[in-house]
Structures are given as structure tokens and as C-alpha cells.
């Protein structure tokens, strides 16, 4: 960590962005509220099997199901409560979204409502949770439509363009909160003495080539004919028609692995997949894939669906699924020239 950025606090580098004129007042007080909510899920989740939160939550034998369909964690439903919570008084949303729960939830009559709406998976990768492996916060903000009173799903079905930041929080062997406001992606660390994130690096890049892939290669006999190509190739390392080695990673935690490419570049991918077809994907484009898209291409990678850059993705509904393809930009390119040939040549 540089001398210039050791003694940025997250408040300090959002109060500059304002004065800058990259966020709104609301926007900054918003994000901060998101990071205290973020600190306490990082307590409970630091506590482990101290803290009692470990295991399915529900009644003992019959685990609780949520909207997607999954069975909850006892942290899930924790992680989930701890961010309405946090958000329902401030006075800067106007509704919030979890992919825990089937529909939107307007603050409630006894607050002031602001002008944003807020999305959020509480508690991403948490069927890792009781092996102790990072698990994560994903949230992503948008505006909320204009002479909207009351504002319900359909008006959180903006394309990922139209956020106006978007971030993680990370809880591993450190608690670290990546996010953008839509000028670069930016990290920080909580410094668990004095309570605080502290700016540790502005301005993450990810290289434009990289030889890690990600994937959960399990998968791999129901993916379509361009993915099976795709990572064939990259499989076949240097005798390959790639001329290189690849590694491959894979946490099954999408905030690890995205926080590693961020962090030293990649790939990470979920394609469509005979399992999944019928879902249009496995990955929810307004919780994860599209926050995470704004991160990565702010970072300057790029992200896309295999066949469409991912920001641009008209959402349908609030629960939507998506292929995902992120991460080290000529890699990005290369798995969607493998899609889009193979559509060419079906054609």
C-alpha cells in the first residue's frame, strides 16, 4: 500500500468523489450504509460455528427454500436481514431486491424514501460456507424511474448500463469491499482495529491476456458445442491451436473468483449448459452478473454472455439467469468468437 493511499478511508474517498461530482450526497451516504451492513455480516460469518449461524436454516430435517428454488443457510437469512435493516431508515432508497426473497420491497410508510434502488445477493457462495471457504457480498444501485411513488419489479429491470455503482464484499482472511461508481474499481480493506475501510488499491486493472480459466469443469458433458470447443483448446495447452498453457481455478464461489481475476487477471465462466438451458442460465443478471460486469469492465476487462456484452442485456424479470463470460478482455473475446462462429456456421 502506497503513502498516498494509506490513510484513505472508504468515507474520505466517497466525500472526494462527490466533491468531484461522480456521485450524488444520497449515493455516498447509500454505499456507506452498505459498507456498516457489510461489517456485521462480516461478524457473523467471522463467528463460524461460534456464533451458531453455521447449517440449512429452517426446522431441523427440512431445510428453508428460497425463490431460486435453493435451500437457505442460516447465514442467507441472517446476511439478508442485516442489509433491510440497515437500508430501510436512511432516506436514500426508494425499494430494495434480494435474491432471497420472490419480490422488490418498498421502504416502508414510516421513512422518507429516496431516489435509488438497491439490489443484492446477501450472501453469494454460501453453500461453502460451513467449510469454511470466502464467501461474499454482491449489491449493485440504480436510479430509480422518475414520478415513481412507488416503485415495484418492473422498475428495477434496467440494463446493467444504467447502474450507478455496483461492488462486493469479500470474507476471507481478510474483509475486503471492491466497488465502482462507475469511475474505476477500487478496493478496500477493513481495518478491524479501528472499524473502517481503508483504500488499498485505486484503480485495479485486469491484463488483457491471461492463461487462467475458471470453470466448474463437472459440467463439462452438458455444455454446448462452442464451450466444449472452446475449453478443448485451451485444454490442449501448447501443442493446442492457443499455443499456451492454461491453469485452471475454480473456488465455486463467484466473489472469490471474480475478487482473484480483479486481482491478477483470467476468466471466469458459467455458460449455458443442458441443466440450466431451460433457465436461460445459472448466474441472475441483476444480482451477480451484472454488478460484477460493471466492476470488470471498469477495471478494464469486459463481460458478456457469450453472444452479447453483458451490460447491454435487456432484464425480463427480476429473477433472470444468464450465461456469464468475464474477466481478462481478449480472453472475453476469444470464448465469445468461439460462440458466435459455431452460431455462424449452424446458420
Given at each position: 500500500?502506497?503513502?498516498?493511499?494509506?490513510?484513505?478511508?472508504?468515507?474520505?474517498?466517497?466525500?472526494?468523489?462527490?466533491?468531484?461530482?461522480?456521485?450524488?450526497?444520497?449515493?455516498?451516504?447509500?454505499?456507506?450504509v452498505v459498507a456498516r451492513a457489510c461489517k456485521s455480516i462480516s461478524i457473523a460469518v467471522g463467528k463460524g460455528?461460534?456464533?451458531?449461524?453455521?447449517?440449512?436454516?429452517?426446522?431441523?430435517?427440512?431445510?428453508?427454500?428460497?425463490?431460486?428454488?435453493?435451500?437457505?443457510?442460516?447465514?442467507?437469512?441472517?446476511?439478508?436481514?442485516?442489509?433491510?435493516?440497515?437500508?430501510?431508515?436512511?432516506?436514500?432508497?426508494?425499494?430494495?431486491?434480494?435474491?432471497?426473497?420472490?419480490?422488490?420491497?418498498?421502504?416502508?410508510?414510516?421513512?422518507?424514501?429516496?431516489?435509488?434502488?438497491?439490489?443484492?445477493?446477501?450472501?453469494?457462495?454460501?453453500?461453502?460456507?460451513?467449510?469454511?471457504?470466502?464467501?461474499?457480498?454482491?449489491?449493485?444501485?440504480?436510479?430509480?424511474?422518475?414520478?415513481?411513488?412507488?416503485?415495484?419489479?418492473?422498475?428495477?429491470?434496467?440494463?446493467?448500463?444504467?447502474?450507478?455503482?455496483?461492488?462486493?464484499?469479500?470474507?476471507?482472511?481478510?474483509?475486503?469491499?471492491?466497488?465502482?461508481?462507475?469511475?474505476?474499481?477500487?478496493?478496500?480493506?477493513?481495518?478491524?482495529?479501528?472499524?473502517?475501510?481503508?483504500?488499498?488499491?485505486?484503480?485495479?486493472?485486469?491484463?488483457?491476456?491471461?492463461?487462467?480459466?475458471?470453470?466448474?469443469?463437472?459440467?463439462?458433458?452438458?455444455?454446448?458445442?462452442?464451450?466444449?470447443?472452446?475449453?478443448?483448446?485451451?485444454?490442449?495447452?501448447?501443442?493446442?491451436?492457443?499455443?499456451?498453457?492454461?491453469?485452471?481455478?475454480?473456488?465455486?464461489?463467484?466473489?472469490?473468483?471474480?475478487?482473484?481475476?480483479?486481482?491478477?487477471?483470467?476468466?471466469?465462466?458459467?455458460?449455458?449448459?443442458?441443466?440450466?438451458?431451460?433457465?436461460?442460465?445459472?448466474?441472475?443478471?441483476?444480482?451477480?452478473?451484472?454488478?460484477?460486469?460493471?466492476?470488470?469492465?471498469?477495471?478494464?476487462g469486459a463481460a458478456s454472455t457469450g453472444r452479447q456484452r453483458m451490460l447491454e442485456v435487456r432484464p425480463t424479470?427480476?429473477?433472470?439467469?444468464?450465461?456469464?463470460?468475464?474477466?481478462?478482455?481478449?480472453?472475453?473475446?476469444?470464448?465469445?468468437?468461439?460462440?458466435?462462429?459455431?452460431?455462424?456456421?449452424?446458420?
Amino acid at each position: 500500500m502506497s503513502p498516498s493511499t494509506s490513510a484513505v478511508s472508504l468515507t474520505r474517498f466517497l466525500i472526494e468523489a462527490e466533491r468531484e461530482g461522480q456521485i450524488q450526497p444520497d449515493l455516498r451516504l447509500l454505499i456507506e450504509v452498505v459498507a456498516r451492513a457489510c461489517k456485521s455480516i462480516s461478524i457473523a460469518v467471522g463467528k463460524g460455528a461460534l456464533g451458531g449461524v453455521l447449517g440449512d436454516a429452517g426446522t431441523p430435517g427440512e431445510a428453508s427454500i428460497n425463490v431460486q428454488g435453493e435451500a437457505q443457510k442460516k447465514l442467507d437469512v441472517l446476511s439478508n436481514e442485516i442489509l433491510l435493516e440497515a437500508n430501510a431508515w436512511g432516506g436514500h432508497l426508494a425499494a430494495l431486491a434480494s435474491e432471497e426473497m420472490d419480490h422488490a420491497v418498498m421502504i416502508p410508510q414510516d421513512y422518507p424514501r429516496g431516489r435509488y434502488l438497491l439490489l443484492f445477493d446477501p450472501l453469494d457462495g454460501s453453500s461453502n460456507i460451513d467449510v469454511n471457504i470466502s464467501v461474499g457480498t454482491i449489491f449493485s444501485v440504480l436510479a430509480c424511474p422518475q414520478d415513481i411513488d412507488s416503485p415495484c419489479d418492473e422498475h428495477f429491470l434496467q440494463p446493467g448500463t444504467a447502474q450507478v455503482a455496483a461492488g462486493y464484499c469479500t470474507y476471507g482472511p481478510s474483509t475486503m469491499l471492491v466497488l465502482t461508481v462507475g469511475h474505476g474499481t477500487h478496493a478496500f480493506t477493513l481495518d478491524r482495529e479501528v472499524g473502517g475501510f481503508v483504500l488499498t488499491t485505486r484503480g485495479m486493472r485486469i491484463p488483457e491476456d491471461t492463461k487462467e480459466f475458471a470453470v466448474n469443469m463437472s459440467n463439462q458433458r452438458h455444455w454446448e458445442p462452442a464451450m466444449q470447443s472452446y475449453v478443448g483448446d485451451l485444454l490442449a495447452g501448447k501443442e493446442g491451436p492457443r499455443g499456451k498453457d492454461f491453469n485452471m481455478r475454480w473456488v465455486a464461489s463467484m466473489v472469490a473468483d471474480v475478487h482473484r481475476i480483479l486481482t491478477r487477471g483470467g476468466i471466469f465462466s458459467y455458460p449455458l449448459d443442458a441443466k440450466c438451458a431451460d433457465k436461460g442460465g445459472k448466474l441472475r443478471l441483476m444480482y451477480e452478473a451484472n454488478p460484477m460486469s460493471m466492476l470488470v469492465e471498469q477495471a478494464g476487462g469486459a463481460a458478456s454472455t457469450g453472444r452479447q456484452r453483458m451490460l447491454e442485456v435487456r432484464p425480463t424479470h427480476l429473477h433472470q439467469r444468464v450465461p456469464v463470460f468475464l474477466g481478462s478482455r481478449n480472453e472475453v473475446e476469444m470464448a465469445v468468437r468461439y460462440h458466435l462462429e459455431r452460431d455462424a456456421a449452424a446458420a
